[in-house]
C-alpha cells in the first residue's frame, strides 16, 4: 500500500526552526515531484515548496530565503527545512507525491498521493 508519513512538527517560538520529514512508501519515490502545501485554519490549503526529480527547486515568495526543501531517493524521504519561523507559519504541513505509474502492459496511470499532514505551531 502506498503511504506519506509527515513527522517533526510541533510548537516553536518566532525565529526558531524546525525541520519536517516525510517518509514514502509503496510506490517508486524517486520518479515522483514531491511538494511540501501547507494549510491554516479557515484558509486554502496553499503550496509551500515543490522538488522535482532531478532536485530543481521552487518556493513560495513567502518562505522563499527561509525554508529548504531537499529529498533523499536512497531513504524515500522528503524534508522541510524552516528557519526563522514566524507566526504566520502556523498551519498543518502536508506533503505530496506525483507521478505516473506504469503497468507491465504499457498502460500510464497519473498518481498523486498525500500525506495525514503535521501540525506547526510558532508561538511565543
Known amino acids: 500500500q502506498v503511504q506519506l508519513v509527515e513527522s517533526g512538527g510541533g510548537l516553536v517560538q518566532p525565529g526558531g526552526s524546525l525541520r519536517l520529514s516525510c517518509t514514502a512508501s509503496?510506490?517508486?519515490?524517486?520518479?515522483?515531484?514531491m511538494s511540501w502545501y501547507r494549510q491554516a485554519p479557515g484558509a486554502e490549503r496553499e503550496l509551500v515548496a515543490g522538488?522535482?526529480?532531478?532536485?530543481?527547486?521552487n518556493y513560495a515568495d513567502s518562505v522563499k530565503g527561509r525554508f529548504t526543501i531537499s529529498r533523499d531517493n536512497a531513504k524515500n524521504t522528503l524534508y522541510l527545512q524552516m528557519n526563522s519561523l514566524k507566526p504566520e507559519d502556523t498551519a498543518v504541513y502536508y506533503c505530496?507525491?506525483?507521478?505516473?505509474?506504469?503497468?507491465?502492459?504499457?498502460?500510464?496511470?497519473?498518481?498523486?498521493?498525500w500525506g495525514q499532514g503535521t501540525q506547526v505551531t510558532v508561538s511565543p
Open positions: 505530496k507525491a506525483v507521478g505516473v505509474y506504469s503497468t507491465v502492459t504499457g498502460y500510464r496511470v497519473p498518481r498523486n498521493y
Open positions: 509503496g510506490f517508486t519515490f524517486k520518479s515522483y515531484v
Open positions: 522538488i522535482t526529480t532531478t532536485e530543481s527547486t
